[in-house]
């Protein structure tokens, strides 16, 4: 593989849907986010993507069962009170390098662009680096109109205090050229471990923006799940790091989103 590809394999009709993105990031705040709204709306996946961008490795599972680095798309058709259609993206890596990086984005975005995405939201983990009792959620938006009416969900807006890296930031600047208006929504998290509490406080506020019903006490269950999978993938890095020279996390801590 030289290049990024969609692998899509199931032709979908959406009305402009709406486009949750919730890659791995800062305590995997947002990826627990999605995979639960994924598992309790009973979400469809349509499409992967594949790129040379990803880390050289693959996961295995517990039955020695190997899943190649990726991001998948799924789709929901007239979800919630609003019977809105959406796409939810999720994944196991994000892209290594800044051109990476872009090539990644810029291809997903052209890709939920010709189904008619004009609203997106990119979910993700604000660090504190310290221990976190009732975690806030910060946001940040494409447009003052959008920005303002997070304040009415209790979101924190966040002022001038640095930029948001990977993904769930560069979706949303890409996302601008194409006339697409978005938000980053971040739970208040240490950064250093799987962070339900941050990703519930997350859940609450993006199920009152969607108009959406799904049980948040669940959440949990799946952040153990995500533990689990996520110790083996840090061993995975070590062992690559100690090839490559590189200190263990190095590429993970550059994210927030």
Not at 44 to 63: I, R, T, W
Not at 84 to 95: A, H, R
């Amino acid at each position: 593989m030289n290049k990024t590809i969609i692998n899509q394999f199931k032709d979908v009709d959406l009305d402009e849907p709406i486009f949750i993105e919730a890659l791995p990031g800062i305590g995997h705040v947002g990826k627990l986010v999605a995979e639960h709204l994924i598992h309790e709306l009973e979400a469809d996946l349509f499409a992967e993507l594949y790129s040379p961008s990803f880390p050289p490795q693959v996961f295995v599972g517990e039955n020695g069962i190997i899943e190649p680095m990726k991001n998948e798309f799924y789709y929901l058709k007239s979800a919630g009170e609003d019977k809105k259609d959406y796409i939810i993206l999720v994944g196991n890596t994000q892209g290594l390098s800044p051109e990476g990086q872009y090539e990644i984005c810029g291809i997903i975005i052209d890709f939920v662009k010709k189904y008619g995405v004009k609203k997106m939201f990119t979910l993700g983990g604000l660090g504190t680096g310290q221990p976190v009792d009732n975690p806030k959620v910060f946001g940040a938006a494409t447009s003052n109109e959008l920005a303002e009416s997070l304040k009415e969900y209790e979101v924190t807006l966040r002022s001038a205090d640095g930029g948001i890296i990977g993904a769930s930031g560069l979706l949303l600047g890409l996302g601008m050229a194409k006339s697409i208006e978005g938000a980053c929504l971040m739970g208040e998290t240490p950064g250093y471990f799987i962070d339900a509490d941050a990703s519930k406080a997350v859940l609450s506020v993006l199920l009152q923006i969607l108009k959406l019903d799904v049980d948040v006490a669940k959440l949990e269950e799946r952040a153990e799940e995500t533990r689990k999978m996520i110790s083996k993938a840090q061993q995975m890095e070590r062992e690559i790091a100690e090839g490559m020279r590189l200190a263990p996390g190095e590429e993970d801590l550059r994210y927030i989103g």
